[in-house]
T-cell receptor, first 114, second 112 residues
Framework: QQKVQQSPESLIVPEGGMASLNCTFS?????YFWWYRQHSGEGPKALMSIFSNGDKKEGRFTAHLNKASLYVSLHIKDSQPSDSALYFCAVSMRYGGSGNKLIFGTGTLLSVKP | GGIITQTPKFLIGQEGQKLTLKCQQN?????MYWYRQDSGKGLRLIYY???????QKGDLSEGYDASREKKSSFSLTVTSAQKNEMAVFLC???????????FGKGTRLTVV
């Protein structure tokens, strides 16, 4: 059974600082990896995806994937108060003929202090 | 763009009661999901469906039933509400399992 763990549970960074969020997964057949962000009172929204080993940069956000180490991370450069939210790592994999299912991690609560 | 509408927004039920949560999407997506989120924590998959009339169990399906009678709708039934399952229930949809998943705003369940 796939287990997706995130660390740290919570993180406080100063405005303009770098936030680093970590995620480990247990199933080596995992194929696709996403980062989602959830602001209070809303549903999660996709931030970015990464499917191949290495780094992927989108604006201030950089995702890193190492499938052999069962590890994916998200780095937020120049953090803004509006980045304060709950961040989830999500892993997608195929289960037999039943399509893909998306398993979410435990979440990291990021607070960016002005 | 599309939208996912969950009803009701707040649901209060008595312990042991059968309760139904509804979800509609106008994205024309094939895959739909139900997740449970306990008190600002991670999301746990209850059921998902890859097409109309298809149902697949997630890791948390015990105590729940689901129904996908139309492509655009996916309902979740709590078969016997318990106080330890007070949570926010999130409905979501996607084109397929590897694509972006879009979420509704959730139904908050309170059991008294």
């Amino acid at each position: 059974q796939q287990k997706v763990q995130q660390s740290p549970e919570s993180l406080i960074v100063p405005e303009g600082g770098m936030a680093s969020l970590n995620c480990t997964f247990s199933d080596r057949n995992s194929q696709y990896f996403w980062w989602y962000r959830q602001h209070s009172g809303e549903g999660p929204k996709a931030l970015m995806s990464i499917f191949s080993n290495g780094d992927k940069k989108e604006g201030r956000f950089t995702a890193h994937l190492n499938k052999a180490s069962l590890y994916v991370s998200l780095h937020i450069k120049d953090s803004q108060p509006s980045d304060s939210a709950l961040y989830f790592c999500a892993v997608s994999m195929r289960y037999g003929g039943s399509g893909n299912k998306l398993i979410f991690g435990t979440g990291t609560l990021l607070s960016v202090k002005p | 763009g599309g939208i996912i509408t969950q009803t009701p927004k707040f649901l209060i039920g008595q312990e042991g009661q059968k309760l139904t949560l509804k979800c509609q999407q106008n994205f024309n997506h094939d895959t739909m999901y139900w997740y449970r989120q306990d008190s600002g924590k991670g999301l746990r998959l209850i059921y998902y469906s890859i097409t109309e009339n298809d149902l697949q169990k997630g890791d948390l399906s015990e105590g729940y039933d689901a129904s996908r009678e139309k492509k655009s709708s996916f309902s979740l039934t709590v078969t016997s509400a318990q106080k330890n399952e007070m949570a926010v229930f999130l409905c979501a949809s996607s084109i397929g399992g590897n694509t972006e998943v879009f979420f509704g705003k959730g139904t908050r369940l309170t059991v008294v």
